[in-house]
């Protein structure tokens, strides 16, 4: 079955540490994104990639970077500079046909700054 | 500037009960698209359904139904027959840009449904 694996689910991060998510996708997406969500609130754009090689900044980079070296895979690293980091973190990827518009989301990553 | 309102932060129902979740949207762009995702406690957003500015049909879906009026800038979601399973944070989002592989999607702060046996 085709979709979206994030891994780890659950992810402890020291102060001053950095810490990789990983996301992964089979559906042949062009497009990636990377969402934080917090209690009680929407998900806010971190980052996002339309093509290999490339990616843009969302509305919350600050304190976040990713990669897009494959087509299937979009990393995401949480740096120290990311003031609050503690937050559920989803991957999701679209088609890139302006018909079929919905995003697929993975299972989300949870991490915890202790 | 583009915002989707989910103003019910928490319904609670009990099983069998018919309940409406609220949306709200403003856009000033005519050409848009909305959206309802479901979140259950696993945490991943699960797809429910589509729609386009231009199709106003409310569609239904085995329990599921979904009415949309441009007029009042709505697009709400109801369950027929709530059971424990429909448990879950419900999303409405919008989408009324795309460049090439991009979509940005404004989502609302979403409505937790609790269903009681």
């Known amino acids: 079955d085709g979709g979206i694996t994030q891994s780890p689910k659950y992810l402890f991060r020291k102060e001053g540490q950095n810490v990789t998510l990983s996301c992964e996708q089979n559906?042949?997406?062009?497009?990636m994104y990377w969402y934080r969500q917090d209690p009680g609130q929407g998900l806010r754009l971190i980052y996002y990639s339309q093509i290999v090689n490339d990616f843009q900044k969302g509305d919350i980079a600050e304190g976040y970077s990713v990669s897009r070296e494959k087509k299937e895979s979009f990393p995401l690293t949480v740096t120290s500079a990311q003031k609050n980091p503690t937050a559920f973190y989803l991957c999701?990827?679209?088609?890139?046909?302006?018909?079929?518009?919905?995003?697929?989301f993975g299972q989300g990553t949870r991490l915890t700054v202790v | 500037a583009q915002k989707v309102t989910q103003a019910q932060t928490e319904i609670s129902v009990v099983e069998k009960e018919d309940v409406t979740l609220d949306c709200v949207y403003e856009?000033?762009?005519?050409?848009?698209?909305l959206f309802w995702y479901k979140q259950p406690p696993s945490g991943e957003l699960v797809f429910l359904i589509r729609?386009?500015?231009?199709?106003?049909q409310n569609e239904i879906s085995g329990r599921y139904s979904w009415n949309f009026q441009k007029s009042t800038s709505s697009f709400n979601f109801t369950i027929t027959a709530s059971q424990v399973v429909d448990s879950a944070v419900y999303f409405c989002a919008l989408s009324d840009s795309w460049e090439y592989n991009f979509n940005k999607f404004y989502f609302g702060s979403g409505t937790k449904l609790n269903v009681k046996p």
């Open positions: 999701a990827s679209t088609s890139g046909d302006r018909l079929n518009t919905e995003a697929f």
């Open positions: 559906l042949n997406h062009d497009a």
């Open positions: 729609r386009n500015s231009f199709d106003e």
């Open positions: 856009t000033r762009d005519t050409t848009y698209y």
